[in-house]
């Protein structure tokens, strides 16, 4: 008996849908008392390309095709594509399990994919979506990760355009389980504020991501949402984060740094790192070491990886002894104090600083730092990139209230494009230096900006100046501005050689207005309404 009802269960999918009808080559169950059809099982199995309609018409009814039926593409190993409609908004079970599509779009009016509708489609290489927000709205109904297709496919388009920064839109609470796992080609994720839980699997594989940014809202990241992240280097948890789930982070194979900055409960459950082999820095702003349900693994999986043994744990001063003995912190190869660096902001709210040690400059708000990651001589600009790590000896213009300031020890995302250049004692500069022509951050005239140096000039120990290409400089003495990349405007002023200062006025942008209209402009470094 058991035999034969085993046997019946394996025969379940393969059934055609009962009262299915044919209508132009495919079949649906029709609902004469809602006017709505399924697609239903081809008893012959679908081949080619199929194309779904909005509508059908049976016996003079028309009826919205607005569900694709359980096992309804079940298999069809022949099938070649779908297009589904905007009318779609169930997706059934198993509805296209086995498949060998290698592509499927998947339009936003779809609401509720039920368990394994895409079970073993391992020829799916790419999804399309219409809109981010449904996308995450979506009821991915069950608990496996064939629930959703991006399980197989390892690439997520929007618009038609491969999904590589992803920017978790507002209004989003949490991140449904399997959401984007397996996406290879997202290389960077940014979380706006309202997230709050990150589902299990939820990233797991993305072996193309480098860089995640969390937000001040997320409490909770369940199990194993970033397992297998291969070229993720650097994770910081926001204070807010109160729940790191079991393998979480799990083989992680480029992770180097951790950052855990809430102060008074973190939970972190077992394998949450396990085999992380390049962990160098962990920095846990906690008084009183978390809580851990074994963090690691095993003690020989540990030493084999070389894991703790040879990293740093970052810990706040006075809290050494905390972490000495209980497991897994007790392991680790070297125990420090957070170091601080000072650093001082003037009247004019802006300078330049190089400091000998990594800084972190997260959730300071008072005080941010910036690079110089470009510069236009057609446009006469100079773009300021605001960064939140400063690895040590770099350059940057840091820019607040007047005051010091004492910046943690940081570690982070190393920083790519930079023009400034840092010192760290005091340093002699002549206006040019071979190929290139040296400014520095002075107020003349009333206007804050980077001037060409005198030759013979001193540039201070712990300071940054800009070198840039004598050849790109126009000939004649002209002035640049700066334009920071976070929208400030604030102190805004001109950069321009040492022989003249900036006159005239610009607008938001920093683009100098020969004839201004009414409007806010930037007039010697002073925003200015003109009426």
């Not at 937000?215 to 926001?238: G, M, Y």
């Not at 973190?266 to 082999?277: E, G, L, P, V």
């Not at 809580?291 to 001063?317: K, N, Q, R």
């Amino acid at each position: 008996m058991k035999q034969l009802l085993l046997f019946l269960m394996m025969l379940l999918p393969l059934t055609a849908s009962a009262d299915a009808v044919e209508i132009d080559g495919l079949y649906y169950n029709l609902v004469s008392k809602t006017k709505t059809a399924k697609v239903a099982r081809n008893p012959n199995n679908y081949q080619g390309d199929i194309s779904i309609p909005n509508n059908v018409t049976y016996e003079g009814t028309t009826y919205q095709v607005n569900t694709i039926g359980e096992n309804a593409f079940y298999y069809c190993v022949q099938l070649t594509s779908v297009q589904i409609p905007s009318s779609i908004n169930t997706i059934e079970a198993y509805a296209f399990d086995g498949c060998h599509l290698t592509s499927i779009a998947i339009p936003s009016s779809v609401n509720l994919i039920k368990s394994d509708a895409f079970a073993n489609c391992s020829h799916l290489e790419s999804v399309y979506i219409e809109n981010l927000s449904s996308w995450l709205n979506i009821d991915f109904e069950g608990n496996f990760g064939r629930t959703n297709p991006l399980y197989y496919a390892k690439h997520l388009f929007l618009n038609g355009n491969e999904i590589k920064n992803l920017v978790i839109p507002n209004g989003v609470s949490a991140i449904k389980q399997y959401a984007f796992c397996n996406c290879e080609g997202i290389e960077t994720i940014s979380f706006s504020e309202g997230v709050e839980t990150i589902g299990q699997l939820a990233f797991s594989g993305c072996a193309g991501l480098k860089s995640i940014t969390f937000s001040n809202t997320i409490t909770q990241i369940e199990n194993e949402a970033f397992a297998h992240c291969a070229k993720l280097k650097h994770v910081d948890f926001p204070s807010s984060v109160t729940s790191i789930g079991v393998r979480c982070f799990q083989q992680c194979e480029k992770l180097e740094t951790i950052v855990i900055r809430n102060d008074y409960s973190t939970k972190i459950d077992y394998n949450a790192f396990s085999n992380c082999a390049e962990l160098t820095d962990v920095i846990c702003y906690n008084t009183i070491t978390p809580g851990t349900d074994g963090i690691f693994p095993p003690a020989t999986v540990v030493f084999e990886s070389s894991m703790v043994e040879s990293a740093t744990l970052h810990v706040p001063a006075g809290s050494i002894d905390c972490y000495t003995s209980p497991a897994p912190w007790k392991d680790f190869g070297n125990i420090v104090e957070i170091t601080y660096d000072d650093v001082e902001i003037g009247d004019l709210g802006i300078g330049t600083f190089c400091g000998t040690n990594p800084m972190d400059f997260y959730g300071i708000d008072d005080i941010k730092a910036y690079t110089v990651s470009s510069y236009e001589s057609a446009s006469g600009q100079v773009t300021l990139s605001r960064v939140h790590y400063v690895p040590a000896n770099t350059g940057i213009v840091v820019r607040g209230n007047k005051g010091t300031y004492s910046l943690p020890f940081g570690v982070g995302e190393s920083i790519t494009s930079n023009l400034l250049k840092g010192v760290t004692t005091n340093t002699v500069l002549d206006k040019v230096n071979g190929d290139y022509t040296n400014y520095v951050l002075a107020n003349k005239g009333s206007n804050l900006g980077f001037y060409a140096v005198t030759d013979g000039s001193t540039l201070g120990a712990g300071k940054a100046y800009l070198p840039l290409p004598t050849a790109d400089l126009p000939s004649a003495a002209r002035e640049f501005v700066l334009v920071f990349d976070d929208g400030e405007t604030t102190k805004i002023k001109s950069i321009a050689s040492q022989e003249e200062a900036p006159k005239g006025c610009y607008d938001l942008q920093g683009r100098r207005v020969a004839n201004p209209t009414a409007g806010l402009y930037i007039v010697n470094g002073k925003k200015v309404i003109i009426k």
